[in-house]
């Protein structure tokens, strides 16, 4: 199993900035990808951004340009520098990390419990 610990999280004002991070632990032979997702009440999940092994990143339109996913594959973190953030930035966000226990094994999607994220105006 992975197990995904989330920090980080928090109340700031628009404008403001906040840093997340997520590490993994536990039977992990290699993460193709690592990402943060986040979902507002009464609304879908959807991708604030992911990044892969290789280093290659992905950002939804909304946050480009603000936010910044990076990662420790040494350590399995992955973090998100979240800038000039807006009230429509506040969410609970979800660490998602895709992993293999072994070579052969098949993949693992691994969740978070989630941050809040608030963002006032």
């Known amino acids: 199993q992975v197990q995904l610990m989330e920090s980080g999280g928090g109340l700031v004002q628009a404008g403001g900035s906040l840093r997340l991070s997520c590490a993994a632990s536990?039977?992990?032979?290699?993460?193709?990808?690592m990402g943060w997702y986040r979902q507002a009440p009464g609304k879908q999940r959807e991708l604030v951004a992911s990044?892969?092994?290789?280093?290659?990143?992905n950002y939804a339109d909304f946050v480009k340009d603000r936010f910044t996913i990076s990662r420790d594959s040494a350590k399995n973190t992955v973090y998100l520098q979240m800038n000039s953030l807006k009230p429509e930035d506040t969410a609970v966000y979800l660490c998602?990390?895709?992993?293999?226990?072994?070579?052969?094994?098949?993949?693992?999607?691994?969740w978070g419990q989630g941050t809040q994220v608030t963002v006032s105006s």
């Open positions: 990044i892969f092994s290789d280093g290659r990143t």
């Open positions: 536990g039977s992990i032979f290699r993460i193709p990808s």
């Open positions: 998602n990390v895709v992993s293999y226990r072994t070579m052969l094994s098949t993949r693992t999607d691994s």
